[in-house]
């Protein structure tokens, strides 16, 4: 497939590479194999003047919330029992968790995502049909149900014997399928699962090379409460004594750790998934950037849907800059390109994605750019900051379509 577009490619986290007529080249396989300014030759579309990008990183969202988008009202704790655990029990329910896992794929294929990391609810059939839906749509993405064995309505609740079978039933199936799909362990925050589980789960994907996923210091009423019930120094001290702190675990929010927090996290190897429209959107406060990047701690970008309220990546990298301003600092748009894309997917260490680059597999979005954009700086700032951008066009993953206006 020869495709002849604008460019826009993240090529470190201070630059963007623009060429305004290009060649992009994939072979049958999926895999990119030239990216070069045009020089004539036949071509199978002119997309001109549509603007290519790799496709959008997504590395903290929920399924089971994608129906409740612009209900969250803050904050978290009252959320999650007034709006969020009554629409999660409803996903006992196969028709409805079938339905909501198609409108979910294609939200997420529609916003240009194409690797995301995504949670369940607590329901093991309802995650199977999660799967079932990604492996349909053609995305990537890591995935599993949410653990809960406390601190949740008894139909939420689940025990750690069934929960973890179930789940090592579905890394059987899914984790590693088709180099697209993998399994996480994710217990969905302190304060709704016990010890135990959370020990018996940060073992089980150890053994089973699954990534870990959870909540971590999101809202300042949630952290004294699990300081208090687990008895604990610190909130991260009760992810290390379960054993979920490590270089294949993300952690969503990331919001009021103390410098030791910091500290011990960056040594870790783990991931922030920062969410600044879902901190914004509830009143949790704001992730400090420079405790991140200080200490190279890997960055990518999350929409929580749905205390997020929207799928678009570029949207929650323009919440991500203003949240940057509000802490003094005045970051680079090159720097949320690189970390909607390149960043978020080395994030989840999925190498062969987030760049338009010969080798890497080719997961593209098509952007309707007005033409008279063309200065590299506009370009990039249009693509990330104009709020009523035009939707994205097309999204391939792979070389495949995975969505189509
Ligand atoms: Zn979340």
Request: proline share 7%; charged share 20%; aromatic share 6%.
């Amino acid at each position: 497939m020869r495709l002849r577009a604008r460019v826009l490619d993240p090529v470190s986290v201070d630059e963007a590479r623009y060429l305004p007529d290009a060649l992009v080249e994939v072979d049958p396989a999926g895999r990119l194999t030239l990216v070069e300014p045009w020089s004539g030759g036949p071509c199978d579309e002119d997309l001109r003047p549509g603007l290519l990008t790799p496709g959008f990183v997504d590395a903290h969202l929920h399924f089971p919330q994608t129906r409740i988008v612009g209900a969250a009202s803050g904050p978290l704790l009252e959320w999650l029992r007034t709006r969020t655990f009554p629409e999660e029990a409803r996903f006992a329910q196969a028709d409805h968790a079938r339905a909501v896992a198609e409108q979910f794929t294609a939200s997420l294929a529609a916003a240009g995502t194409t690797l995301c990391q995504a949670y369940g609810s607590v329901h093991p059939l309802a995650a199977e049909l999660l799967f079932q839906a990604l492996d349909a749509r053609g995305l990537r993405a890591i995935a599993g149900p949410v653990l809960m064995d406390q601190g949740a309505p008894d139909e939420l609740l689940l025990p750690a014997g069934p929960a973890l079978d179930a789940l090592e039933a579905l890394a059987e199936r899914w984790h590693g399928h088709d180099g697209r799909l993998q399994v996480a362990v994710i217990p969905r925050f302190a304060l709704s699962c016990t010890m135990p589980m959370m020990q018996a789960a940060g073992q089980l994907a150890r053994r089973r090379g699954l990534w870990v996923s959870t909540h971590l210091s999101e809202n300042g009423e949630e952290c004294s409460a699990t300081t208090s019930l687990f008895q604990a120094a610190d909130y991260l001290s009760v992810y290390e004594q379960a054993g979920l702190l490590h270089e294949r675990s993300i952690y969503a929010h990331c919001i009021h750790l103390s410098d030791s927090e910091w500290d011990r996290f960056a040594g870790s190897g783990a991931a922030v998934a920062h969410c600044p429209d879902s901190n914004d959107f509830l009143g949790s406060g704001g992730m400090p950037l420079r405790s991140v990047l200080d200490r190279d701690i890997p960055l990518a970008l999350g929409s929580d849907i749905a205390a997020g309220r929207s799928f678009r990546i570029p949207r929650i990298a323009s919440s991500a800059f203003d949240n940057a301003l509000r802490q003094g600092q005045r970051t680079s748009p090159a720097r949320w390109f690189w970390t909607a894309t390149r960043g978020g997917a080395l994030a989840l260490q999925q190498p062969q994605v987030g760049a338009l680059q010969p080798g890497l597999e080719a997961d593209m979005v098509l952007h309707s750019l007005p033409e008279w954009v063309e200065d590299p700086q506009d370009v990039l700032n249009t693509l990330l900051f104009h709020q009523d951008a035009p939707p994205v066009l097309r999204t391939w993953v792979r070389g495949r379509t995975v969505s189509q206006r």
